[in-house]
């Protein structure tokens, strides 16, 4: 990426729904050149959608944690077919395959604390290949949505 693809990236992170024109605008280049600047940013996967931010409470989900999981065993065939049962269950934001003394982080966010409860005892704590869990209540989160490329070594 050069420095014209860097620049539209961002612009694009803090607003995607700015129009070509306007991103051109910015940018002080030709609509048609911003406009075959983003399509390759597409075409390459530097750019992989376009999202709404939603506000979790206004989904009935005003508790957040991480649950940090081991399993046994770990296999291609485990890790994979447990990745694809948290990911499905409508609870989870997100999942982490990860290394160190844990090997998975999941991400959910449920009404309350009550459901988080449940959430665990019934639908994690059944799974057979899981040794261990626990959770972390999120009490704050804050993000940067708009990220820079980082320099090369």
């Not at 612009?11 to 911003?34: H, K, M, W």
């Not at 376009?50 to 989904?59: F, G, K, M």
């Amino acid at each position: 990426m050069d420095e014209l693809d860097s620049a539209l990236v961002q612009l694009v992170q803090r607003d995607a729904r700015q129009t070509n024109r306007e991103l051109a605008r910015q940018l002080g280049i030709a609509p048609s050149t911003c406009l075959e600047r983003v399509r390759s940013l597409e075409r390459r996967g530097v750019i992989r959608g376009y999202h709404a931010e939603i506000d979790n409470a206004a989904l009935n989900r005003g508790v957040q944690a991480f649950v940090a999981v081991q399993i046994r065993p770990l296999s291609r065939t485990v890790i994979d077919s447990f990745t694809e049962f948290v990911a499905g269950l409508p609870q989870v934001v997100s999942v982490f395959v990860v290394a160190g003394g844990d090997d998975f982080l999941i991400h959910v966010a449920v009404q309350d604390l009550d459901h988080l409860h449940a959430f665990l005892v019934d639908r994690l704590s059944r799974r057979r290949e899981i040794i261990s869990y626990r959770s972390s209540v999120i009490y704050q989160q804050t993000h940067n949505t708009v990220l820079a490329a980082l320099d090369r070594p």
